[in-house]
């Protein structure tokens, strides 16, 4: 009946259970004390002499240690192991016996003239990061901070700090920013009546459909090649010039102020006049040095109009 | 800058890092066992000291001279020794008519004698003498100590300390499971104690845990022991102690449970239970509208009925 074979394979189970197990199973009346960091094992069981003293000494000795090592194999295995470069190995525990160190423990060194001079003074270790000023990012910041002070513009916020006189277009601007600064960007921000949508969301940049109308692209790449070919310049040249130029000069004069603010309030008298002196040598130096760089300067100025 | 106590102060960073080799160090190197012979050896010592010197090859010199030395009444040689080959462990081997094949197994600390316990050889079988494929040198044996005689007498309690200290070989985060094949059983019964050296062999068991089944290779001695100088307890707890470096930090504002479980704890500000951010379910919101504002006359005229 099914009940009956329900419990026959369950006492077969049992039984392939305990075979398995038969062969690395040891029965001992003490359980033995085990460190494994050092790989060791005490048995403390008392030995029956007289079957010592029976069987062959060495016949007696080598099924102890039998058993014995059995007991120790079955406790590392139960340590976690681990793959390291196709070989199996076991990550052993600190070890417990103590055992007694062959030198005394290292004295502390006496501090050097340094460390007694840094403790005299007060001066604390600071620890340097690694981490580096990327170049290229330093132009970019330069050129994103003269655009704002350009346009008096703050950098962190559109129009998010409040200036005394506020257009409408500004306002806008700011009401705008503030709806999309949520957490889900605005999505269920609700409108007052009469508001009406935003205007300029969405892309920044349209891009033509891969096949689209044909002869409109046509007429575009013929476009291109005939500017290409007409012998007139495509860039203006003087206000190419004149804008890198009016570049240089508000990045010296930044210079020159930051330079003044630092040294202006410890220098005193004379260091004003050498201020003077230098900045009229680098000026002169600096335009020589736009005017030369003109053209390649204002290709990049075309090219992003 | 370290202060170089000794005679030699390092001109080179070669032996500047030999020295610093030496000196005392947070986690110290292996020990080094220096084995050598006394004024009078017989075959049976020599070989004895040649197997021992086999099962701890790299950590370990074998002196081929003979020192006309006693260790139990002057120690200095031994000391100077030690010094020389940066050794803590020694065994020295004698025969003389009153104590024949003569074992002395001992340790130092900071170049002085620790502890000495001498066992003389009843019976011996060499490692030539047992035929057999023996372990590579310088794998981790396994130890095991039998009998209760390790448990309860002093005596043999250091030797059990010695032995490990002794055998034991580099203490390693790691084993490779199928290189753990040595193994030394220790028996202690009737005042002797046996060493037998074997070789196990992982056979398949039904489970993950293999069968042992050991092959007896290496030297086989019937030790009886003799004399023992052993340290005074202060300078055996002097021995012990471990910088405090070394002890494992303790991590702030975590406790464990009896039974294993794990607990931390965390440091909150006071909150507001009431104004707690919880989640928002759209449709439990308070709706406004025509739907609302029906609720809220019906629930009014209810309550003006009820007045009434």
Known sequence: MAACSIEDVLAKAEQDEAEKLRSITVQKELDLEFDIGNLVAYDKNRIDIRQFREQKKDDFLRSLARDNTQLLINEIWKHPTERVEEVIVVKLPEPTTALPREKPPPKPRPPTKWEEFAKLKGIQKKKKTNLVWDDVAKNELHRLRNIARAQKIKVPGVGLTPTAQQSTTDLSRAVNVAKVSTASAGKFQDRLPKEKAPRNTGKKRKFQPVIGNFSSEKQRQLDLLKVMDSKKPRLDVNKAVNKQMREDDREESAAKFRKGGKKGRKGGNFSGKGKGGKGKGGGGKGRAGGKGQGPPGGKKGAGKR | ?308
């Open chain 2, 1 to 308: 800058m370290k202060q170089y106590g000794g005679v030699i102060k390092p001109k080179t960073k070669r032996a500047k890092r030999f020295l610093d080799n030496r000196a005392p160090k947070l986690t110290e190197n292996v020990k080094n066992a220096m084995i050598m012979k006394g004024g009078n050896t017989s075959m049976t010592v020599t070989q004895a000291l040649k197997d021992i010197y086999a099962l701890k090859k790299p950590s370990a010199v074998l002196y081929k001279k003979k020192n006309i030395a006693r260790p139990f009444e002057d120690s200095t040689s031994l000391e100077f020794f030690s010094k020389k080959t940066d050794s803590s462990l020694f065994l020295f081997g004698s025969h003389n008519k009153k104590r024949p094949n003569n074992l002395i197994f001992g340790r130092l600390f900071d170049f002085h004698v620790l502890d000495m316990i001498e066992l003389g050889i009843e019976k011996y079988n060499s490692l030539s003498d047992i035929k057999s494929s023996k372990c590579p040198e310088g794998t981790k044996p396994m130890l095991v100590f039998a009998g209760d005689a390790f448990d309860h007498e002093n005596e043999h309690k250091r030797l059990k300390s010695l032995l490990t200290d002794f055998f034991r070989g580099p203490v390693v985060p790691s084993v490779r499971l199928a290189g753990l094949e040595h193994v030394l059983h220790f028996t202690a019964l009737e005042g002797k104690i046996y060493m037998r050296s074997y070789r196990s062999l992982l056979k398949k068991s039904g489970c993950r845990t293999p069968r042992i089944e050991l092959e007896e290779i290496g030297p086989s001695f019937d030790f009886i022991l003799r004399r023992t100088h052993l340290a005074s307890d202060d300078l055996y707890k002097t021995a012990h102690k471990q910088p405090k470096a070394l002890k494992p930090k303790k991590k702030k504002n975590i406790s464990h449970d009896t039974f294993g479980t794990k607990f931390g704890r965390l440091h909150m500000q006071k909150q507001d239970l009431a104004k707690l951010q919880t989640r928002k379910m759209k449709g439990l919101r308070k709706r406004r509208g025509p739907a609302a504002a029906a609720v809220v006359a019906g629930e009014t005229s209810l309550k003006t009925t009820e007045v009434e």
